[in-house]
């Protein structure tokens, strides 16, 4: 299993022609052990499923914002341990 971090947009289909980001950070899991690439594509597309209607990419908003008023080195540090449960 290989884990990903993947943006997650968060924007209302009703607001989509406004400017600025609104996603948040999810960490997925990517099946790599599954051959058949077809039942592949559905197990992430389930994993993927599962992590948006889950609190999230709520949550990871919430955290960048607050990272983003933040000062450099705090934003930097926060973002090394986002990274840290990622695969490399």
């Known amino acids: ?3 990903a971090l993947v943006p997650v947009n968060l924007r209302p289909l009703e607001k989509a022609h406004e400017l600025g980001n609104q996603f948040g950070l999810v960490y997925l899991d990517l099946p790599i052990g599954i051959e058949n690439p077809v039942r592949r594509l559905h197990a992430v597309r389930a994993n993927m499923n599962a ?3 889950s609190s999230q990419p709520v949550l990871s908003l919430g955290l960048l ?3 983003g008023a933040g000062p450099k080195i705090l934003q930097d540090q926060l973002l090394l341990a986002l ?3 990622a695969t490399r």
Request: glycine share 0%; net charge positive; no cysteine.
């Open 1 to 3: 299993m290989i884990r």
């Open 83 to 85: 990274s840290r449960n």
């Open 65 to 67: 914002m607050a990272m």
């Open 51 to 53: 992590l948006k209607t």
